[in-house]
C-alpha cells in the first residue's frame, strides 16, 4: 500500500525554468491538496480538488498550476521558477472534505537558484 | 491574518515530562481541530483530532483539551518520550474554510533522555 507517492524528492531549477511535480495517490481519494512548508511558517495550501476535472486555488496559487485528468493523479506545475518558490512541497489525499485526515507523501524538496 | 496562532515556536522537555503546545483562533466558526506530527523528511500525520462539542479528549499519551470559550486547543504530551522528537501543528477547518485544513506555524519539541 504505497498511500501517496512524490516524485522527485529532491529538485535545483535555474530561474526561469519549470517543471512539474508528480503526485499520485492509490487509495481512491477523491480530495487532493498541494501544499507548500517553509520554515516556522507552517503549510501554506496552493490547490486543492475535489475530484477529477475539478480544481480550486488555495492560500497562495500565484505561479503555479494544476490539473486533475484522473482520480489518482494531481500533478503542480511551476511556470517560470522563482527565489520566492524554493520551499518543501507536499501532496495529500483524503477521502472527505471536513474530518478526513489528510494523507501526506513525503515531499518534494525544490531549490530556484 | 493569521487564523490561527500556535506556540511555543520550540520546545525542549526531559523525558518523562509533560509537553504542551497551545493554539488560538479567531473565527467560532470553525469546527475541527486535529493535530499533525511530522518528523524531519517526513510528510504530516494526523496525531489526534478533536471537535467542539467536547473538552477534551485522550488517545494514549496524547490529550487535546478545548476551551470554546477562549477559543484555543492545546495538545498535551504526557511521559514525553525522545521518539516524540518531532514538529506538531495545530489545524483547524470549517466556516469559511471550505473544509480545508488551515494550519499554525509548528512547534519543534525536542525530548531529552
Known amino acids: 500500500n504505497a498511500g501517496v507517492t512524490q516524485t522527485p524528492k529532491f529538485r535545483i531549477l535555474k530561474i526561469g525554468q519549470s517543471m512539474t511535480l508528480q503526485c499520485a495517490q492509490d487509495?481512491?481519494?477523491?480530495?487532493m491538496y498541494w501544499y507548500r512548508q517553509d520554515p516556522g511558517m507552517g503549510l501554506k495550501l496552493i490547490y486543492y480538488?475535489?475530484?477529477?476535472?475539478?480544481?480550486d486555488k488555495g492560500e497562495v496559487p500565484n505561479g503555479y498550476n494544476v490539473s486533475r485528468s484522473t482520480t489518482e493523479d494531481f500533478p503542480l506545475r511551476l511556470e517560470l521558477a522563482a527565489p520566492s518558490q524554493t520551499s518543501v512541497y507536499f501532496c495529500?489525499?483524503?477521502?472527505?472534505?471536513?474530518?478526513?485526515?489528510?494523507?501526506f507523501g513525503n515531499g518534494t524538496r525544490l531549490t530556484v537558484t | 491574518q493569521q487564523q490561527v496562532k500556535q506556540s511555543p515556536q520550540s520546545l525542549i522537555v526531559q523525558k518523562g515530562g509533560i509537553s504542551i503546545i497551545n493554539c488560538a483562533y479567531e473565527?467560532?466558526?470553525?469546527?475541527?481541530f486535529p493535530w499533525y506530527q511530522q518528523f524531519p523528511g517526513k510528510g504530516p500525520a494526523l496525531l489526534i483530532a478533536?471537535?467542539?462539542?467536547?473538552s477534551e479528549k485522550k488517545e494514549g499519551r496524547f490529550t487535546i483539551s478545548f476551551n470554546k470559550s477562549a477559543k484555543q486547543f492545546s495538545l498535551h504530551i504526557m511521559d514525553s518520550q525522545p521518539g516524540d522528537s518531532a514538529t506538531y501543528f495545530c489545524?483547524?477547518?470549517?466556516?469559511?474554510?471550505?473544509?480545508?485544513?488551515?494550519f499554525g506555524k509548528g512547534t519543534k519539541l525536542s525530548v531529552k533522555p
Open positions: 495529500a489525499s483524503s477521502y472527505g472534505a471536513l474530518g478526513s485526515p489528510l494523507h
Open positions: 487509495m481512491n481519494h477523491n480530495y
Open positions: 480538488s475535489v475530484g477529477a476535472g475539478i480544481t
Open positions: 473565527n467560532t466558526a470553525f469546527d475541527y
Open positions: 478533536i471537535r467542539p462539542d467536547v
Open positions: 489545524a483547524l477547518s470549517g466556516g469559511g474554510s471550505q473544509g480545508n485544513l488551515i
